[in-house]
Structures are given as structure tokens and as C-alpha cells.
């Protein structure tokens, strides 16, 4: 096969702009087919709207992007592309008759793929010059960024092309996956369906809202489905014994009115293969590693979800406010010992914080040092609605010294001393200890800056909050000063 | 209903292990009851084996944690408990006799919970003593990290009942999901159990592995359903007009055989039901925003998933390996105008990386400059062999300046110049920029310290890394020295 330069699309729409996007961002020249000339703008915004997300998939150096141009020929299309995908109509004699015309004006090293979410190979390629060059290779919106190809050959195509086909997919960011039978709707879009179909029997019976059965995913499997299966979940389910285990206990399940599917006898032969099947995919982890690695995934994706305030990341931000509440002091009742700094912050190193050498990362310090800054600001009455009314404290500058290495999972704390205060700047230092042995880890220096976030300048802070940061920093002014502050990298004090 | 002070467990095992790990991590009682006294030792090792990711998902402060007692004497435990969750095997007569029991030896303010899958609240309340305080809750492996938990009323439930529980799930961190008629499965394991079913199905038929089949959806669906469920999804691949649109395009397959579950049929009540719901769940909001929002999602998600090497995050880096190695330079051949330090990372502020003011957080800042420091080190030859042999520079001290904000979406860069080297230390100095008008955002220094990882103590780099390091310096000694280097928190230069 030849080296993929130029892709060539046979129709647009969704799917076919969601190839373009993805091989145009990995530095893959498209040229579009489509027999409606208007299709070429509708395109052009389609790549132009998938550009953000994906300029965000990864930090590694790119090629030059590729060029797009688009053509209402379809000859012009085929003797152009290196590799062809076919994104029409899902209408089996319109694709056959379609895929035959552009196999007779390419060269016969020029592999040919279709879109189709469920018709077959065999019956795709019937028609074609060189079938073995052809498979099916089935996509998932959006295409730009989800990795899934689903690849299947029909009885004529050759196991060269599936190989060469994976390559190039892989090329693209993606993960092939190689569906070794031909069965109506290939492996993804089979379990999609039965679950869709479910779906539609439950509203169809006004059991439940379309709302209410999202819900019923997204707060639950949904998150697990992220990275693991359902039997692989359901191996982890099982305790000790895994899949063999969790079949003995829920085999009686199947013959219940569960769903409106029924399901297969459960002969010993199929619990046999999914026994196996599931214990290779294990390869040779433990069920307690495996749950280790489900509940640290778990854990740092509802993080994530919490930062745009969705589904169960909706949930963990409810949670927290009510924790904030409970645990809010009023400022004046703060027990100031003037022995010691405030201990604002205790939390664990999470293992999506270290790095190749299982350390924490640099950065981390900072960021726990920022948590430790957003511990202050609520003590000393700088709230969400603070903020909102226009003031903010913004940090201009942060001196970390890192002294030692912190692992995942190690209990760490941040104490904080306010230095000094003026009507806008609050001069504080930070220092991050291990829980356990009350180590030193880290020092950190910061001078923030009061602004009114509104005209964006400097502006000074509220009387109130003044006069909370202001018994704070009295209390501390009993504190020697950190032999680290006022000194410059590579240096002694300044 | 009383205040939760107290969660009575009536069976332990795998769910009633995790009701105890979540309920004593927001500060609540627990008292297990079972008949078997080995189990007390079981379910201590159950929570703490819960411990370390409940203690990850979220940083605000919680109140002290609960204490876990243990009896096997289901009346002290009835006698103790504000709440009472039965978590004991999936038969009805066992429920029905044991819920019965318990309800006849707790006060009437009592609320009851059954955590059954499949089975009925009527059924399992017809011979308790209150009915009316009984309700289903239904939570999802690992109880301690999923929010969801289906509540579902029986005939006799009161709807105080419901709003009660929702409110103590609530409290332990949970979404309940109110399912309002009682039908077998109730929702989630319907729509669960169809998947699992097909999956049966395509084994049993040799048409798959458990292996292929899992891979089928992490790679793809299942990303998706982290955070929008089937519905809400369909609703975005059908364009500008939604779930209707999809309905006409998709509706025909209803009929083909991608499930051996049948479909009902797709009648204009069940249509407009679709649409109807989906757009109370799209509140308004457009497809071109709920596709950011997902797109938005989507990668951040693989970001997570690529941090532990799994599913689509393993994708990912094998891309990242062959996109850098396809970017590799000859360190020798590597254009060093002296003119200007080098420009080694160019990327785009993504939205997870912006606070509360929708402006970059301070850390990342640091991130960045981490990130020139890899591709610094990887066009030094200090890459992962070098690593694996032991070598490898730590951050020691960085001060970062922030001079300006910068939005979700900009593009940005980092130049690093290098300032000092020995045998040991590295002395740089980062500048990060907007691209398009090369504003100066923040600068940074840094010393880094050349570590031997095994003894865990400062060593002298390797002769190549140095030469290549040093090349960098002689051309960059030219360039004039900054004029924050060598400056103090909240001064001049010292």
C-alpha cells in the first residue's frame, strides 16, 4: 500500500468532515467528493469547528497541517487520493454501485474504506475492481476525537489491507480495532443498539423520561465505561474469583425480566469463554491492582468533570459547597496562635499528580500552595460573592524551593504566614510538609496583588477583609521571619 | 426523619462494605449487622481498602470521620441506627422475612433501604412494620465513588420517604435518581443489563472476545458516556434539528438485525417523547454549545485516561511517542540563533486550566515552563533511556512572574534561555508569550539540579547531554541577561 499523502473522501456531511478534521490536523492533504457544490463551505466550517478541541488533544510536535480542497468530480477525487473513505448514504445499491465507480479510477494499490455503521463487507465490495482492497472502516462522532475504528473485511479482502489500513489509522491518533466476523452493526454499534432499544421500550412504556434514563448512565456506568468494559467491570465485581464468581452469583439474573432482550443459555462452554477471555484481559493483574487502577481513574475523572460542571462532576460541586458551609468559621472566632502559622490545607498526593520519576510534578507545589492561598481568602471573607461584586487578589509572583520529593498517596499539609499587607498587596509563605514526620518539602514566596478584576488594575481590598488579614498578620508578626523569604534564585537573601 | 447520625448496615458484603466506607468518610456511625462474626474483619478491611481514593475525591474540608462498630445481633444494630441499608442476597422470601424482622425493632422515624438490583419495593415491603418508611436505594460498584443511587417507592412508600433519603444521599456525596414507576431492573440495570445480554450473545456466537468487546466501547462510546448519556448524544449527531432528525435517519435500523433485542415501534407519541425530552435536557442551550461542551470533555477525559496509561490514554502516547520521534532533531543540527533563545513548546490554553476569573491559573503557568524544560531536555538527549539508566535533572527553585492574564483558547508560547550550567546545576530563564501579538505574559527562572535517581543525591551530568547543553549556552551567552533574573519576591533585582 502506498503511503497515505492525500486522503480522499467520497461524500461529506458529519462523518466525512470528522475524517477530514483528524487527517488534516496529523498533516494528511484531503480532497472531497461530493456531488452538491455547496458542501464545500459546509465543510470548511465543519474542520474549522473541530480545529479547537483538537488542537487540544495533544502537546507533541505536529507536521504542517494539510491542505483541503474539494471537487464535485469524482475521477478527479480518485486519481488524486492515496487511501479513499466512503461517508454516503447508509442505502446498500447506492453504495455499491458508488464504490464500483471510484475502484475503476484508481490505482489498484489504493485502498478503499467505508463509513458504514452496519452493512457488510462482502456485500459492499461485490462489485468493485481489486475487493481486496477493501474493507470497512467505522468511525464514532465525533471522529476528531474519539479513537475508535472499527475495522472489517468482507470475504474478498485481503489481510494485507486490514494490516496496511490499521496503520494508517493509527497514524491518525486512532485505535483500530479489528472485527474478525461480519455480523450486521460489526461489535460497537450492536451493544450501543441493544441499550438504545431498551431506552425506546422504557419511554415507549412511560416508564421514564429521556432525561431521567441519561441520568441513569452518566452518574454511574458511564464513569466506569470510560476506561473499562463491561466485562471487565463485572470481573472486578466478582471479588477474588472475578467473571466466575460474578456469573454464579447473577446467572439467575438472566432468565428475570431485566431487559426486553433475552439472553443466551448460560452453558458451561460460555461461561468457560468469558472466564478465559476476561482473565487474558486481566493478564495476570490482581483484582485489588485492577481496582486500584478503576478507583484512580474514577476518582481523577470526576476531577475533571467538576471542572466544566457536569454530571457527576455537577454532583462533587454541590457536595463541596455544603462541606464549605459546614466548616465555616467566623473569621473573628479563628483560633490565632501566634506560635505558629495557620494550618489551611491537608490533602493527599494524587497519583495523577506524579510524574515519569513518581514524584509529585513541580507544578503541584504551586497548585497546593494556590489551595492553601483559596483556604485564606474564604477565612478572611473574600467569597464567590466577593468576587462577583468585582475584587480579586491575583498572584504576581511565586518563589518555589523544592527541598524534597513527595510520592502519590503520601499525606502532605500547607501551613501559611502572612508576612505583610498593605491596602493592596498581601506578601504570604508557604510551607508544604509531609503528615507523617512533619518534614519540610517545599517553601513557597508569593506577593498578590488586590485588582478590581472589572477596570483589570490594582485596587484596594475591602475594609472587612482587610481587617481579617490584618489580625492574621498581626498574630504572625511573632513569627520570625523564613530564612528563604526575600532571597533570589541560585542565592543567599538579597 | 431523624438526622443521620447513624447508618445501621443489615448484611455486609462488597455493597454493604461500601455504604460503610462512604457514609463513615462524611463523619457518620456505622453499625453492621451479620450473622457471621468473620465478616467484621472482612468489612474493616473493605473500607480501609476504600480509603485512599475517598480521601482523593475531594480536597474541602470534612467533617471528623464516623466510627464502625460490628454485632451480630440485628436487633442492637435496628436499635442504634437513624437509617438502616439491607444489603443482603438477591431473594425475595430472605428480603421480605429479614425487613420485616428489622422493622420491628426501630423506632418509626426510622427510614429502611433496600439496595436490591432488580426486585420490587411493593414486594419487599408487604410484611414490615411502617411500610411507609421502606424505599429501594440502589447504588452501583464502587458504592464509594459512584453518585448514583436509583430510589424507587413502593405502593405503600410515602413521598416523605423519598425526599428524606434523597436528602441523606445526598449528604454522603450521592445523586439519587428518583425512578418513578417499579419495574424489574428499575432503570440503569435495564439498560445495563441489555448491553451485557448482547454481549453474551456475540460470545456465545464466536463472534467476539470479552477482550474485543470491551475494547468496542472505551475506545469509543464509553468516553461519551462519562458525562452525556445515549440520548443526549443521539441528539448531537442529528445536526441542527436534534433528535428528530436523528429519529428519521436512524429509525429505519430499528428494523435490522443490530440487536436481537426488537425494538418497539417508532410511533409518532414515541417520537415526539424523544424530542420533547431531549430538549428539556439541551434547557436551551444550542447543538454547536453542547458539542463544546462535549468536545470539551472529551479531551480532557483522554488527558486523565493518558496520565494511567489506560484505554483511549494509551492511544494517545503511543501517538505522542511516534509524533515525537517523527519530530526528532540531530541535537547538532538543531538552528541556534543566537539572536534569540529558543522557542521550544507552542500550544493553547485549555478551558481546564482556567479558574474561577476564566483566566489561567498561576500553576499552570509553571506547567508550561515544565514542558519547554522536556523539550529542552529531549533536544539535549536526556530522553527516557537516559532516565531509565538513572539520570535525570529535579527543579530546585523556580520563580515565576505573572505580567498579564491569559484566556481558555489563546495560543501561547514558551522561549527558554539558558544561563549558566556546571557539572551539576542548569540555570534557565522562561518566557511565556501570547502568539498573536507576542505579548510578554509571565516569565520564569529556574535552577535545576543534576540527580543520580538510585542514591537519590546530586551527580554530575552525562559528558553528551553536557556538550549539547553547553552548545545552547555559548550561543545563548550573547543574549543579553534578563533583567528579572536574579531578582527577590516583591523587589529589584538583589
Known amino acids: 500500500m502506498r503511503k497515505v499523502k492525500t486522503l480522499g473522501l467520497l461524500g461529506t456531511g458529519v462523518i466525512g468532515g470528522g475524517w477530514a478534521a483528524r487527517a488534516l490536523h496529523f498533516g494528511i492533504d484531503v480532497i472531497a467528493a461530493d456531488v452538491k457544490p455547496e458542501m464545500e463551505e459546509w465543510l470548511r466550517g465543519a474542520v474549522a469547528n473541530a480545529e479547537?478541541?483538537?488542537?487540544?488533544?495533544?502537546?507533541?510536535?505536529?507536521?504542517?497541517?494539510?491542505?483541503?480542497?474539494?471537487?464535485?468530480?469524482?475521477?478527479?477525487?480518485?486519481?488524486?487520493?492515496?487511501?479513499?473513505?466512503?461517508?454516503?448514504?447508509?442505502q446498500l445499491p447506492l453504495?455499491?454501485?458508488?464504490?464500483?465507480?471510484?475502484?475503476?479510477?484508481?490505482?489498484?494499490?489504493?485502498?478503499?474504506?467505508?463509513?458504514?455503521?452496519?452493512?457488510?463487507?462482502?456485500?459492499?465490495?461485490?462489485?468493485?475492481?481489486?475487493?481486496?482492497?477493501?474493507?470497512?472502516?467505522?468511525?464514532?462522532?465525533?471522529?476528531?476525537?474519539?479513537?475508535?475504528?472499527?475495522?472489517?473485511?468482507?470475504?474478498?479482502?485481503?489481510?494485507s489491507t486490514i494490516a496496511a489500513a490499521a496503520e494508517y489509522f493509527r497514524y491518525i491518533g486512532m485505535h483500530p480495532l479489528h472485527v474478525r466476523h461480519e455480523v450486521p452493526g460489526h461489535l460497537t454499534d450492536r451493544?450501543?443498539?441493544?441499550?438504545?432499544?431498551?431506552?425506546?421500550h422504557m419511554v415507549n412504556d412511560g416508564v421514564a423520561t429521556t432525561g431521567e434514563l441519561d441520568e441513569s448512565i452518566v452518574y454511574g456506568p458511564g464513569l466506569r465505561w470510560a476506561a473499562m468494559g463491561t466485562n471487565m467491570i463485572y470481573h472486578l465485581a466478582g471479588g477474588e474469583s472475578g467473571m466466575r464468581h460474578m456469573l454464579a452469583q447473577f446467572g439467575p439474573c438472566l432468565k428475570w425480566p431485566w431487559t426486553k432482550l433475552e439472553a443466551p443459555e448460560l452453558s458451561e462452554t460460555l461461561i468457560d469463554r468469558m472466564v478465559e477471555g476476561t482473565q487474558q484481559q486481566a493478564a495476570g493483574r490482581s483484582i485489588r491492582e485492577l481496582e486500584r487502577l478503576r478507583d484512580d481513574?474514577?476518582?481523577?475523572?470526576?476531577?475533571?468533570?467538576?471542572?466544566?460542571?457536569?454530571?457527576?462532576?455537577?454532583?462533587?460541586r454541590a457536595l463541596e459547597e455544603r462541606l464549605y458551609q459546614d466548616a465555616a468559621v467566623a473569621p473573628e472566632a479563628v483560633d490565632l496562635d501566634a506560635a505558629r502559622p495557620l494550618r489551611l490545607l491537608d490533602t493527599v498526593v494524587r497519583p495523577e499528580w506524579v510524574d515519569y520519576n513518581a514524584h509529585m510534578t513541580d507544578y503541584r507545589y504551586m497548585m497546593l500552595m494556590g489551595d492553601a492561598m483559596d483556604a485564606l481568602y474564604r477565612l478572611a471573607g473574600l467569597?464567590?460573592?466577593?468576587?462577583?461584586?468585582?475584587?480579586?487578589?491575583?498572584?504576581?509572583?511565586?518563589?518555589?524551593?523544592?527541598?524534597?520529593?513527595?510520592?502519590?498517596?503520601?499525606?502532605?499539609?500547607?501551613?501559611?504566614?502572612?508576612?505583610?499587607?498593605?491596602?493592596?498587596?498581601?506578601?504570604?509563605?508557604?510551607?508544604?510538609?509531609?503528615?507523617?514526620?512533619?518534614?519540610l518539602i517545599a517553601t513557597g514566596e508569593q506577593m498578590h496583588l488586590h485588582v478590581d478584576t472589572a477596570a483589570a488594575k490594582a485596587a484596594p481590598v475591602a475594609p472587612g477583609v482587610r481587617a481579617r488579614l490584618e489580625r492574621i498578620r498581626k498574630a504572625h508578626s511573632a513569627l520570625p521571619v523564613?530564612?528563604?523569604?526575600?532571597?533570589?534564585?541560585?542565592?543567599a537573601r538579597g
Open 482 to 491: 523564613p530564612a528563604e523569604s526575600g532571597a533570589r534564585v541560585g542565592g
Open 52 to 90: 479547537p478541541a483538537l488542537a487540544r488533544l495533544t502537546f507533541a510536535p505536529l507536521p504542517p497541517k494539510g491542505k483541503l480542497s474539494f471537487t464535485t468530480d469524482l475521477r478527479e477525487m480518485a486519481a488524486r487520493a492515496d487511501f479513499i473513505q466512503e461517508n454516503i448514504p447508509e
Open 191 to 200: 451493544l450501543q443498539e441493544a441499550l438504545w432499544r431498551e431506552i425506546l
Open 383 to 439: 467569597d464567590e460573592a466577593y468576587r462577583k461584586a468585582g475584587g480579586m487578589y491575583y498572584d504576581v509572583e511565586t518563589h518555589v524551593r523544592f527541598l524534597r520529593e513527595v510520592k502519590s498517596g503520601e499525606p502532605v499539609y500547607v501551613t501559611t504566614q502572612v508576612l505583610a499587607l498593605d491596602e493592596k498587596r498581601l506578601h504570604v509563605f508557604h510551607r508544604l510538609h509531609r503528615r507523617h514526620d512533619d518534614q
Open 297 to 316: 481513574y474514577l476518582v481523577a475523572i470526576q476531577q475533571v468533570l467538576r471542572q466544566f460542571d457536569i454530571g457527576a462532576g455537577s454532583t462533587l
Open 95 to 159: 453504495k455499491q454501485k458508488m464504490l464500483a465507480e471510484v475502484s475503476r479510477h484508481t490505482g489498484a494499490d489504493v485502498l478503499i474504506a467505508s463509513s458504514t455503521s452496519g452493512l457488510m463487507p462482502t456485500d459492499l465490495q461485490r462489485d468493485m475492481v481489486g475487493p481486496e482492497r477493501f474493507l470497512v472502516a467505522h468511525p464514532f462522532n465525533p471522529v476528531y476525537l474519539l479513537p475508535l475504528v472499527e475495522l472489517v473485511g468482507g470475504k474478498q479482502t485481503s489481510a
